[in-house]
Nanobody, 123 residues
Framework: QVQLEESGGGLVQPGGSLRLSCAAS????????MAWYRQASGQTRDLVAA???????NYKDSVKGRFTISRDNAENTVYLQMNSLAPEDTAVYYC?????????????????WGQGTQVTVSS
């Protein structure tokens, strides 16, 4: 079993910053990709940012230049640095990981989700 533990959410004023963290633990052979998604009230869950094991990144258009995703491969941890936050960024943010898990002598890929952390941007 693999667990994703998120932290760093909270209430922040417009223009402020937050840093989200997500640590993966369990029987992990390799993490191929880690990502952050968000879901605002009444909206769909959308990709915010993703990073592969090689370091390639991609971002939702509306967060480009404001958010930065990074990872510490040795610690199986992904971060999302969020700057210049706006009310439109208010949402529950979910960590996601595509993980290789060893079962016996073979490895298979599984998709895991964190429970979500609330980010609220308001005056």
């Amino acid at each position: 079993q693999v667990q994703l533990e998120e932290s760093g959410g909270g209430l922040v004023q417009p223009g402020g910053s937050l840093r989200l963290s997500c640590a993966a633990s369990g029987s992990i052979f390799k993490i191929y990709r880690m990502a952050w998604y968000r879901q605002a009230s009444g909206q769909t869950r959308d990709l915010v940012a993703a990073i592969t094991s090689s370091g390639s990144t991609n971002y939702k258009d509306s967060v480009k230049g404001r958010f930065t995703i990074s990872r510490d491969n040795a610690e199986n941890t992904v971060y999302l640095q969020m700057n210049s936050l706006a009310p439109e960024d208010t949402a529950v943010y979910y960590c996601n990981a595509l993980v290789g898990v060893v079962s016996g002598t073979q490895s298979r890929q599984y998709n895991y989700w964190g429970q979500g952390t609330q980010v609220t941007v308001s005056s």
